[in-house]
């Protein structure tokens, strides 16, 4: 049941984002008014890729915990393994080397931890993907995304889709299509008078 009196409670919001959210405020896109009442105590936290440091330390957690559920008993991590995993980029952060590490200790045999290398594509940063770089290239965006919508049929998910041949999930796709105005069957919008 409800009351009519009031309750003293005490509340911290937390809020998290990939968003540029400064530059979403300056293109009109995020609201000033929300931004400066959120960005009390920013806390950045960089890519994986820019903290190779921490890498041994989430291995080792994230082999104990997966060895703890599969009900392994992993004594030792493959000091190749490790150096592996340190010069790999994560382009999927912290959850892919999760997975990596999950997948590893679901097929382990042995009391050692070891991964795949075939797992850990290595892709030079000289030939990128043909779509790579699509945040970057702000003023190719929309050249970009009719692209992949046409060599997809229109398709935006699914392992043929366009947002997968971006290399972008399914709902950011989305979203610049409705914000830039993108036909996904490639006819573009009327330009006004």
């Given amino acids: ?4 009196h009031p309750i003293k409670i005490d509340v911290r919001l937390i809020a998290a984002t990939n968003r540029d959210l400064p530059a979403a405020v300056s293109g009109g896109t995020f609201r000033q008014d929300l ?15 820019e903290r190779a440091e921490d890498i041994p330390l ?3 957690y994230f082999v104990g915990r997966f060895a703890k559920g599969a009900g392994k008993n992993i004594r030792n991590i493959g000091k190749h393994t490790l150096e592996q ?3 790999y980029h994560w382009p999927g952060n912290i959850r892919e080397l999760q ?4 997948r590893a200790i679901i097929l382990s045999e042995t009391d050692t931890f070891v991964v795949d290398e075939s797992w850990l ?9 043909p779509y790579e770089g699509l945040s970057a290239l702000g ?3 929309v050249e970009m995304i009719e692209a992949a919508l046409a060599e997809s049929h229109g398709r935006i998910s699914g392992p043929s889709g366009a947002a997968a041949k971006l290399g972008i999930p399914r709902q950011t796709l989305e979203s610049k299509i409705r914000r830039l105005g993108i036909d996904k069957y490639g006819k573009k919008p009327p330009t006004s008078k």
């Fill in 35 to 49: 931004f400066y009442r959120l960005n009390v105590f920013p806390i950045a936290v960089p890519a994986l890729r």
């Fill in 1 to 4: 049941m409800g009351s009519n």
């Fill in 85 to 87: 995993l340190r010069a």
């Fill in 58 to 60: 989430l291995v080792e």
């Fill in 121 to 129: 594509r290595r892709e030079s940063a000289d030939s990128p993907r």
């Fill in 99 to 102: 997975n990596v590490v999950e």
């Fill in 139 to 141: 003023d190719r965006e």
